[in-house]
């Protein structure tokens, strides 16, 4: 139980073009994602947080209009780079939290997308 | 903004060995966990401590909280091979326990067969 999947897990675009990257929680119901990114040997970064049927909330210095998320199911959150830029060359992870039971306390994460701007 | 520092920031011992890894906090928390990751992939979570808690094992992890200091350490007996990976320490950013994580710097642990 607890499987959260990223879709793609890894993408390659060229710079000006946008990426949609994907996080659904598989077997279990999502209220709450979460969206970090990590560079090279460095630790997570919490970009946002996103709340089905809400706007995100996103944390200091994490641009709205760039990183748009969208949660408009409880098992699907979206997270899309607009205009990218080779410096958004970076992992980006998803997690999820549930609604009840065991799945209220923690936060499981996918397994990561590897997003490359040329 | 990441309030979690870990040392050692990277670690290589022989398989058999213990690996002791640290994390010191800034906040008051009510929860502290650990979580595991291998190179280019997603976290995985590994244990959970409550702030009224002092002491947690799992398996051959055994996981300490002092809130007085703000620090917490995981050890990993026994260390095998597989246990490379990089070890992160999270903390809540508010009061429940579905808040935002706040992580580490991380440990880098590498375990030579």
């Known amino acids: 139980g607890a499987v959260v999947s990223q879709h793609p897990s890894w993408v390659i675009c060229k710079s000006g073009t946008s990426v949609k990257i994907e996080c659904r929680s598989l077997?279990?119901?999502?209220?709450?994602m979460f969206w970090y990114r990590q560079f090279p040997k460095q630790s997570l970064m919490l970009m946002a947080t996103?709340?089905?049927?809400?706007?995100?909330?996103?944390e200091q210095g994490v641009e709205k209009d760039k990183f748009l998320i969208n949660h408009a199911s409880l098992t699907l959150s979206t997270l899309t780079v607009t205009s990218a830029h080779p410096e958004d060359s970076s992992f980006y992870i998803c997690?999820?939290?549930?609604?009840?039971?065991?799945?209220?306390?923690?936060?499981?994460f996918g397994p990561g997308t590897r997003l490359t701007v040329t | 903004s990441q309030q979690g520092e870990e040392d050692p920031q990277a670690l290589s011992i022989q398989e058999g060995e213990n690996a002791t890894m640290n994390c010191s906090y800034k906040t008051s928390i009510n929860n502290l966990q650990w979580y595991r990751q291998n190179s280019g992939r997603g976290l995985v979570h590994l244990i959970l401590i409550r702030s009224n808690e002092r002491e947690k094992h799992s398996g051959r992890l055994r996981v300490t909280l002092d809130t007085s200091k703000k620090s917490s350490s995981l050890l990993i007996t026994a260390s095998r091979a597989a246990d490379t990976a990089s070890y992160f320490c999270a903390t809540p950013l508010g009061e429940t326990s579905g808040s935002r994580l706040t992580f580490g710097e991380g440990t880098q642990l590498t375990v030579n067969p």
């Open positions: 077997d279990f119901q999502a209220t709450t």
């Open positions: 997690s999820a939290q549930g609604t009840s039971g065991r799945y209220r306390y923690e936060q499981y």
């Open positions: 996103s709340n089905e049927g809400s706007k995100a909330t996103y």
